[in-house]
Nanobody
Framework: QLRLVESGGGLVQPGGSLRLSCAFS????????IGWFRQAPGKGREGIAV????????MYADSVKGRFTISRGDARNTVALQMNSLKPEDTGIYYC??????????????????????WGQGTQVTVSS
């Protein structure tokens, strides 16, 4: 069973930055995709960024393009999400998820939460003055 744990959430003022981390463990992964998703109060879960296992292929939702950066973390089996120029509408619970045994670059469908079956518990991000 794959285990994913998010960290790094918190309260930040508009225009500020946060760095989230997703640590995954449980079994040896071959090719896979790791996605970041968020869920605002009263809304559905939204895919915002996806990275391939090599780190070479990345996709972003239009809502975060140019402000958020997904990358392989410094530690093994981690993926980071650097969030800059945060807005109040970025508030929500942020989740990472894994789609294992995927040996292709991410495409638009990989921003769909239904493509993933391994999820972390989420970390709260609140952007407010």
């Amino acid at each position: 069973q794959l285990r994913l744990v998010e960290s790094g959430g918190g309260l930040v003022q508009p225009g500020g930055s946060l760095r989230l981390s997703c640590a995954f463990s449980g079994y040896t992964l071959g090719h896979y995709l790791i996605g970041w998703f968020r869920q605002a109060p009263g809304k559905g879960r939204e895919g915002i960024a996806v990275i391939s296992s090599s780190g070479d292929n990345i996709m972003y939702a239009d809502s975060v393009k140019g402000r958020f950066t997904i990358s392989r973390g410094d530690a093994r089996n981690t993926v980071a999400l650097q969030m800059n120029s945060l807005k109040p509408e970025d508030t929500g619970i942020y989740y990472c998820a894994a789609d294992v045994s995927v040996a292709r670059p991410p495409s638009g469908r990989d921003l769909d939460p239904s493509e993933y079956d391994q999820w972390g518990q989420g970390t709260q991000v609140t952007v407010s003055s």
